[in-house]
């Protein structure tokens, strides 16, 4: 091989939000050869795990960052040696290795770089000019960046250690604190476990959580454990049900659905159906289309649906069709099962899961009859659609009541009680249920 020079690897743009990534772990080590298009180094963050490619083959010369590093999108992770294939690519491994001694003995010996800023807790202790620093800080660790932030915000380390950490191993990043401050600090009142107080205070429970097999939590499935209970926290849940007759909607995708995809090249699935027919209801209702900030609602102009959905981990995440209503069935088929399969094979992008309005959760493909979802934050709803199952049912007729086999599903809306009322929510959820009933042409 014939060396090109050294150049600079710098971390990659990661979607139009994303500041800084967290290195999870580097796939090629120091010295290690690689082609154009292996992956390099995986990067985490605030959502999805990213793997990132080699722009070019060569050796990865020198890591700037190890695991656990947070770095800002653009800077230097690590200098890389192109090279170019020429009649020595048939060498043996022995002699690849030979040539890497050499190459490494050959080079000349300078400074390290500096590395980032210490891990080593600070154990100063809290002084006048700084009333905001409490006198112990625990076991946690905080970049001198948090650091800064909170004390311009008057944030305790106690209150820093109850807002929800997306970073590798529980590490809190500046944008969890920004989010927390942009939510209102929801946890600023919080009791102390050592704070007395007339009041109630939580009983110190000494439970016998049994024996057996310990699974440590992955990364994922942490961030939806604090975003479980962030929602339920904020916001009041108040859950309503409405059964729809889909007997027309399934009669009419079973007439349809090959030549849909004959059409189109695309499965017609119901996840395209269900996020048609919220579309229009949230038209006819913009007001669940929202979001509480402080003392104001925010109704949004945009209607972006997040569909949940099941990763091979077993974790859920939730891939957002933009722009439903400027979309036509075709349009969305397409859309949701992109996403669909992007998911199942782990390459969602960060943008490919942020900015929903409204979410759907579809309960019935795991065979439940129906559920009660936790509120997709920020958003005012969230819908969970039930298994289609066969019952008996009385229909009316002009000429009298008969009992028939119908295709039916029940429809469970959670909804902020802050922003939305009960019969807001109803007449809502009902009219979800009128779009699904709908008579629809017999052909595509």
Do not use: C
């Not at 112990?136 to 650091?147: A, K, Q, W």
């Amino acid at each position: 091989m014939s060396s090109k020079g050294k150049t600079e690897f710098k971390l990659p743009k990661m979607g139009e939000s994303i500041t800084e990534g967290t290195i999870l772990n580097w796939i090629v080590s120091e010295g290690e050869s690689f082609q154009e298009g292996d992956i390099l180094v995986e990067v985490g963050t605030d959502k999805v795990d990213n793997e990132v490619p080699a722009p070019f083959s060569g050796t990865l010369v020198e890591t700037k960052y190890g695991a656990n590093d947070i770095v800002k999108i653009g800077e230097v992770i690590a200098v890389l040696e192109e090279t170019s294939v020429s009649e020595t690519s048939g060498k043996s491994t022995e002699e690849k290795t030979k040539s890497q001694d050499n190459s490494t003995a050959k080079k000349p010996t300078k400074p390290s770089p500096p590395k980032p800023a210490s891990k080593t807790p600070k154990t100063q202790p809290p002084t006048e000019s700084q009333p905001w620093m409490p006198s112990s800080r625990g076991n946690h660790f905080y970049s001198p960046l948090v650091e800064k932030i909170a004390k311009e915000h008057h944030i305790s380390y106690e209150e820093l250690a109850r807002i929800p950490a997306s970073g590798k191993k529980d590490r809190l990043q500046k944008s969890d604190v920004f989010k927390y401050i942009e939510e209102g600090r929801p946890a600023q009142f919080a009791q102390s476990q050592v704070e007395k107080s007339s009041g109630f205070q939580v009983p110190d429970l000494k439970f016998d959580k049994g024996e057996g097999k310990l699974v440590k939590m992955d990364r994922m499935r942490q961030m939806i454990a604090d975003h479980m209970v962030y929602s339920k926290h904020t916001s009041p849940h108040v859950t309503a049900y409405v059964e729809a007759d889909m007997t027309n909607l399934v009669h009419w995708r079973n007439a349809n659905k090959k030549e849909f995809q004959k059409k189109t090249g695309e499965k017609l699935t119901f996840t395209p159906l269900f996020i048609q027919a919220v579309t229009k209801a949230i038209q006819d209702f913009p007001m669940i289309n929202s979001s509480l900030d402080g003392k104001n609602i925010i109704v949004k102009d945009d209607i972006h649906i997040g569909m949940a959905t099941a990763l091979p981990s077993g974790n859920l995440i939730v891939p957002v069709v933009r722009h439903s209503d400027q979309k036509d069935l075709e349009a969305l088929a397409k859309n949701v099962n992109a996403l669909a399969r992007k998911a199942r094979d782990n390459k969602l992008t960060s943008e490919e899961t942020k900015g929903s309005t409204f979410t759907i959760s579809n309960v019935g493909t795991f065979g439940s009859l129906m559920g009660t979802p936790i509120i997709n934050q920020p958003e005012a709803a969230i819908l969970a659609t039930g298994i289609i199952k066969k019952r008996a049912e009385v229909i009316e007729y002009e000429d009298g009541d008969k009992i028939e086999i119908r295709q039916m599903m029940y429809l469970s809306l959670s909804f902020d009680h802050r922003i939305v009322d009960g019969f807001l929510a109803g007449s809502f959820l009902r009219r979800i249920a009128d779009y699904l009933e709908e008579k629809r042409e017999t052909q595509y």
